[in-house]
């Protein structure tokens, strides 16, 4: 028999623990003992941080909280479950043995396995995420803006340190990681806090007024520090390649210097990638684009909000505390006293007392209800729930209204509008098709030598330029882009050096950089009204 305190009751069975199974170490969280394994994978673990490598049974036993301490045997029952599952490694224990019968009693001494230190670290970082609280860190920003102007620093250097490079952009990405994250972290459990009304109302009208300014105070330091972090990093990617690019790549090549020397080609492009990654996300998280608002400007907004409604909150519990009502709590009550009605006779009077909705005599009179009015006269004191019905029309109870008599309205002919609408998108698409066609460049051509363009075809080709360059990339000399509606495809080569191109409008003049455009026309000819849903939204 097994008590029930015994962890072999709640356990797999024996011939369980042989079987290979990934996820075995595990087992233990979902036993019936769960809270006992937790406590003796505890003790190995808080034993390898003293450097204490094994332990006996009575050691693990005097290890636990002295508070419900279970007796040593079932101590020692749960060692040897935790073995079975391959949490713990069960060695003989010899460092005792005074005589030869010593050597026939299973004694053993446990140790942590591999697979028990992963689980307790997965375990632990899981614990941990949970218990973490977000926080929004002003002090954050004010290092990412000295961390932003050391690198700017480095930048102007001729030949900057490699070393001084890779550790000043390390520590502004451990910077921002940790901002970032912790304000992902504050902003999903700001709901929660505000919350909190339902159960502590006290400790909420405590907490509400510091919360208020932290927040103010972090919206206003991100408002200019942001500001200054934007300022930085424009200047430091600023086109066609910004200073920082070159530090990107010393970072790149330092990280890919210990690769072997068959992997060396693809480490350095594995490490280039990850630094313009995080750039970009630094980027991205400042600075907003046609669009895409920043995480900084969605954050901002998200802690501007969330003070109406820690004001909303104190306000309904200011009104909860002076007594106030409001319908809602009005109906819980009412359905309260349906609940302790003693039978249906009085849920009827209740309903009625509390509703009132009795038949509506007074919505028509008619001859008939006159007559039945004459032979048994009705005192206008009586009230609606004793004086007798009245029979109205059927339309009217399910209408509101009264059969409609007359002519009937005639059906309005909309022929005409739908072929003025059919004859607009006709020459829509056959508009769209010209600009196509006229944009279609059958190679690579300069800008310069794409000629007078119509009104048409020139709003048309300056969509096809703004989908080419939000695609542009720093350190890239062409880039390729297709229209939302995959119609059109432009690619667009950097000629550096070779002057300024003019394209001439019928509403003025273009000028920019030269560049060789290729514009192909991906639509068969039939196609037209998807490429006229396109420049129609262009011209909206």
Do not use: C
């Amino acid at each position: 028999m097994t008590s029930e305190n015994d962890p072999r009751a709640g356990g797999a069975p024996a011939d369980e623990g042989d079987r290979e199974e990934p996820y075995r170490p595990f087992a233990h969280l979902s036993a019936a003992n769960s809270a006992l394994y937790r406590q003796v994978m505890g003790v190995f673990v808080r034993a390898k941080q003293e450097f204490t490598v094994h332990l006996r049974p009575e050691d693990v036993h005097l290890g636990l909280p002295p508070e419900g301490r279970p007796p040593l045997d079932v101590v020692a029952a749960a060692l040897v479950q935790l073995a079975r599952w391959k949490n713990l490694r069960a060695d003989p224990d010899t460092g005792r043995v005074t005589a030869l019968e010593d050597f026939y009693r299973a004694r053993s001494i446990y140790q942590l396995t591999r697979e028990g230190e992963a689980v307790e670290e997965a375990l632990a970082a899981y614990d941990g995420a949970l218990g973490r609280r977000g926080e929004l860190q002003a002090v954050a920003l004010a290092d990412i803006a000295a961390q932003l102007r050391a690198v700017l620093a480095l930048a102007r250097r001729p030949e900057p340190d490699p070393a001084v490079v890779h550790l000043a952009l390390l520590a502004l990405v451990e910077r921002f990681s940790g901002l970032a994250e912790n304000a992902r972290a504050f902003m999903g459990s700001l709901q929660r806090t505000v919350d909190l009304h339902e159960a502590e109302v006290e400790v909420f009208l405590a907490y509400k007024q510091r919360l208020i300014d932290y927040l103010e105070r972090f919206i206003a330091d991100l408002v200019t520090r942001g500001a200054e972090i934007a300022e930085l990093l424009e200047e430091l990617d600023a086109p066609p390649e910004g200073p920082v690019g070159p530090l990107l790549r010393l970072a790149a090549e330092r990280e890919a210097e210990d690769a072997a020397p068959d992997a060396a080609a693809e480490a350095l492009a594995a490490a280039e990638a990850r630094w313009q990654g995080r750039w970009d996300g630094l980027r991205a998280w400042f600075l907003s684009r046609p669009g895409r608002s920043s995480q900084a400007k969605l954050l901002r907004s998200a802690a501007r909000q969330a003070v109406p409604q820690l004001l909303a909150v104190v306000q309904a519990l200011n009104e909860r505390r002076a007594g106030r009502s409001d319908r809602s709590a009005d109906f819980r009550e009412l359905a309260r006293w349906f609940a302790e009605a003693p039978d249906d006779d009085a849920r009827h009077r209740l309903w009625r007392s509390a509703f009132g909705l009795y038949s509506a005599r007074h919505l028509t009179i008619d001859q008939e209800a006159l007559a039945e009015r004459e032979a048994d006269p009705v005192s206008a004191s009586a009230s609606w729930y004793d004086a007798p019905g009245v029979r109205i029309s059927p339309q009217l109870r399910r209408t509101g209204s009264y059969e409609r008599r007359g002519r009937a309205r005639a059906v309005q002919d909309r022929g005409e509008a739908k072929t003025y609408l059919a004859e607009l998108a006709r020459k829509q698409a056959e508009q769209t098709a010209a600009a196509r066609a006229r944009l279609a460049t059958g190679g690579e051509v300069r800008l310069s030598d794409l000629g007078e363009l119509d009104r048409d075809a020139f709003r048309l080709f300056l969509l096809l330029l703004g989908d080419a360059l939000s695609a542009w990339r720093p350190g890239t000399d062409s880039v390729s882009a297709t229209t939302n509606d995959g119609t059109m495809e432009i690619r667009l080569t950097r000629l550096p050096g070779n002057g300024t191109a003019e394209i001439d409008t019928l509403d003025g003049t273009l000028r920019g950089p030269e560049h060789l455009v290729e514009i192909i026309d991906l639509a068969p000819a039939h196609e037209g009204p998807s490429a006229s849903e396109s420049l129609e939204d262009d011209r909206a």
